[in-house]
């Protein structure tokens, strides 16, 4: 285990003890929980997650019944500023450990002094740059699966680190909306860059976990490398309940010629920017778009670096209708290899159609139908001896139970 991973885990634990002293204190808890049981049916080759090149989350040799997944997220209430939030849990596939966290973090809401308002996280948590993923534990309301954008963040990207808010609340001054800044610093990322290169983009709803990996076991994506801190900046805008704006810039600052025993560093920068158009309680519409650039290998030997741009955009239409809601999601994504000796060329090109429908039985059931299709061109598949071009299908049914517990 290196210096960074031994680390980071006994902050993690420290993190897990404070929050555990907090609940014998008698502080606040709420406990949130889903139990998703899926009916799968699969067209197309075998999943990333068990070590092929296909790019949905389930394939044929893994369908049938399923577990979709088993969530746990806990809120203490430490002190009228400060809480401790954690969400971990099961995803029923291989990994290092059947049940990890995907999330750890403090968050500290000073009282509001005047119409700015301030928020500190200190942990693990995903990067604020989703308008999708707004439901607990990070998943979506509109359907089963995330865009390709949101798949990726909650694979490789996690921040590990502290983050400060600074909101402005309209409503003091007579304006129903509010504009925020954020700015963070972590650490532990270095390796993001290496799926999405060897892989292309994927479209599902796998989130890696802090201490474990993605489907098969392997170390933990969230290593220290380089000792160099990474940073984001974001900038989000609301307007009346209807429009939502939110503008984000990644850098992890990896020296992409440093290695360890375990791993090599990625330099991995990119810029999302997301809107969220509500016209009314019925309709809901989000865009979102993201353009980066990943790179490993000393800067001092530049012909020798493997580098690769990526981009990717969705368009999501939802429409509620009393108990059900019916979504429709179009995801474009690439990714092109500028420089390298890998062959051959990791260009990714492709496409994703998803249409879900979830209906609410009651605060506890929900039932929810989706079908996928994605049609990719990625020509290192012939290295698993599948064709380059591929078009895969998933259809998933899902019964699902949430809960909530407050004391």
Do not use: C
Not at 105 to 125: N, S, T
Not at 187 to 209: F, H, K, V, Y
Not at 309 to 318: A, D, I, Q, T, Y
Request: hydrophobic share 40%; glycine share 12%; no cysteine.
């Amino acid at each position: 285990m290196n210096r960074g991973s031994r680390h980071w885990r006994i902050a993690m634990l420290a993190l897990l003890l404070g929050a555990s002293g907090a609940g014998r204190a008698g502080d606040r808890l709420e406990l949130q929980g889903l139990l998703d049981l899926r009916a799968v049916y699969a067209d197309g080759f075998t999943s990333f997650l068990y070590g092929g090149s296909g790019r949905l989350r389930f394939d044929a040799d893994h369908e049938g019944v399923r577990v979709g997944r088993l969530m746990l997220a806990g809120r203490y209430r430490i002190s009228d500023v400060w809480t401790f939030n954690a969400v971990g849990g099961s995803w029923a596939d291989p990994d290092k450990h059947p049940v990890d966290l995907t999330e750890a973090w403090f968050d500290a809401r000073p009282f509001p002094r005047g119409p700015v308002r301030y928020r500190l996280r200190v942990g693990a948590f995903q990067l604020p740059a989703s308008l999708e993923n707004r439901a607990v534990g990070w998943s979506t309301p509109y359907s089963l699966s995330s865009s390709a954008i949101n798949t990726w963040l909650g694979e490789e990207i996690r921040i590990l680190g502290s983050e400060l808010e600074a909101k402005w609340i309209g409503a003091s001054q007579g304006y129903f909306g509010e504009v925020a800044v954020q700015a963070a610093v972590f650490g532990w990322n270095d390796p993001a860059g290496d799926l999405i290169a060897s892989r292309g983009w994927a479209i599902g709803e796998r989130q890696s976990t802090l201490f474990g990996g993605l489907g098969r076991p392997r170390e933990s994506f969230y290593r220290e490398i380089d000792g160099r801190p990474g940073y984001y900046a974001g900038l989000s805008w609301r307007h009346h309940d209807q429009w939502e704006v939110r503008a984000l810039r990644y850098d992890n600052r990896a020296d992409p010629g440093a290695t360890n025993s375990d791993d090599i560093a990625w330099r991995t920068q990119f810029t999302s920017l997301g809107v969220r158009w509500e016209p009314d309680e019925r309709w809901t519409v989000i865009a979102q778009t993201m353009q980066g650039q990943t790179y490993v290998g000393g800067d001092a030997f530049p012909q020798e670096q493997y580098a690769e741009s990526f981009r990717s955009w969705f368009v999501l239409g939802s429409r509620q209708w009393g108990a059900g809601r019916l979504t429709l999601r179009y995801d474009h994504f690439s990714t092109h290899q500028h420089s390298g000796e890998y062959t051959p060329f990791t260009d990714d090109d492709g496409h994703g159609l998803m249409l879900a429908y979830l209906y609410d039985f009651d605060a506890h059931w929900q039932a929810v139908g989706e079908w996928q299709q994605v049609s990719s061109r990625f020509p290192p598949r012939v290295l698993y001896g599948d064709p380059v071009a591929a078009r895969e299908k998933l259809l998933q049914l899902s019964v699902r139970y949430r809960f909530k517990l407050q004391r």
